[in-house]
């Protein structure tokens, strides 16, 4: 059973940072992709951000560029996003998921089949 726990969700203020966590197990690391993404009450389910496996490739949403930086350590099998100058429009539910082979050029939520929990990120003043 593949299975993704994400973890690092709480309460900040805007400009601050945050550091999302996502392991993963079931399943060889290096060669699954991992993908971020967000949802809201009032929005559907959006791509933030993914990391290929072993060809290394990383991938952003134009709305988060600059900001935030995905990251994985294969010693680890952990996926990361470190979440900087965070705003209003930032606060989310944040999902973590997965999709079999390296290639991280995915961003629809239907090209993942494996899926955290969610862990909820609010900014606030």
């Known amino acids: 059973q593949v299975q993704l726990k994400e973890s690092g969700g709480g309460l900040v203020q805007p400009g601050d940072s945050l550091s999302l966590s996502c392991s993963v197990s079931g399943r060889p690391f290096v060669t699954t992709a991992v993908a971020w993404f967000r949802e809201t009450p009032r929005n559907n389910r959006e791509f933030v951000a993914s990391?290929?496996?072993?060809?290394?490739?990383?991938y952003y949403a134009d709305s988060v560029k600059g900001r935030f930086t995905v990251s994985r350590d294969n010693t680890r099998s952990t996926a990361y996003l470190q979440m900087a100058s965070l705003e209003p429009g930032d606060t989310a539910r944040y999902y973590c998921a997965a999709r079999e082979g390296s290639v991280g050029w995915y961003r629809e939520a239907t090209d993942y089949e494996f899926w955290g929990q969610g862990t909820q990120v609010l900014v606030s003043s």
């Open positions: 990391a290929s496996g072993n060809e290394g490739g990383k």
